[in-house]
């Protein structure tokens, strides 16, 4: 058993309330996936347990509180679905995602009625893993429930409206720079990565040496910065972006 969770000082800088980080167990037998995992989990500021053994996963799942798993269904034994059926037998209800390689209707009907919340099949991308995480634990603790306004200092992002206004004075933005803007608002005071940015944002990979990034936070920046003053969005040269307040 090993404990994870990169809380970088920038991590926490003007946390609100609003913000709900998850604590998430991730029980993975594969290296390499649960690498993979729990890099993805840290740089989004979420804090987790981390265990290759289907033993330990168990007794961390029934002896400690979180807000998700991620369940590996071929583990050693005991295997993710005998974990799942033992929690749900012993009444502890916490949101579980399945992560298997078998994908068949059959496979992922057998996990969701075993107690899965959710079921994902390898190979999988990040962001998807991240979204079926929020969900979940969403529809299990109302604290999870998405802000529709979002608003630092004067700029405000009404998310209902699909509008930005600064002062009180709308402010004209793309479909594209919206989602864009959104995003680093809902993660201002961390810091987001190039690569959450094109995952979250654009949906799928560019060429990690692409500019679209720069060029859509310029446009940005032109839109909602004052004169004089420093950025809504600064740049940390080499990592990404953190939104502050100015």
């Known amino acids: 058993m090993t404990k994870s969770g990169n809380y970088s000082e920038v991590s926490w800088i003007k946390m609100k309330e609003r913000e709900v980080l998850l604590r998430i167990l991730v029980v993975e037998d594969d290296e390499t996936v649960r690498s993979y995992i729990l890099k993805g989990l840290s740089e989004h500021g979420h804090t987790t347990e981390q265990t290759d053994s289907g033993r330990d996963g168990l007794f961390m799942a029934t002896t400690e509180e979180f807000d998700a798993i991620v369940l590996d269904r071929m583990l050693p034994a005991p295997d993710g679905m005998t974990i799942l059926k033992t929690l749900r037998a012993s009444g502890i209800q916490t949101p579980v995602l399945i992560l298997s390689a078998l994908g068949d209707v059959d496979d992922r009907v057998d996990g969701l009625k ?11 991308q990040f962001s998807e893993l991240m979204a079926r995480l929020e969900v979940i634990a969403k529809r299990h603790n109302p604290r999870q429930s998405a802000d529709t306004i979002l608003k630092v ?6 998310l209902l409206k699909h ?4 002062n009180g004075q709308a402010i004209e933005v793309q479909p594209r720079e919206f989602r864009l803007l959104e995003y680093i608002m809902r993660n201002r005071g961390k810091l987001v990565t190039r690569t959450m940015l094109l995952e979250q944002v654009w949906d799928y990979h560019f060429d990690p040496e692409t500019n679209v990034i720069d060029v859509h936070i310029s446009r940005i920046r032109s839109k909602i910065d004052d004169k004089g003053k420093a950025s809504f969005i600064k740049t940390v040269r080499g990592s990404g972006y953190i939104f502050r307040e100015n």
Do not use: I, M, N, S
């Open 163 to 166: 509008k930005v206004t600064k």
């Open 114 to 124: 075993a107690g899965g919340d959710d079921y994902l099949v390898k190979p999988f």
């Open 153 to 158: 200092a004067d700029l405000e992002l009404d």
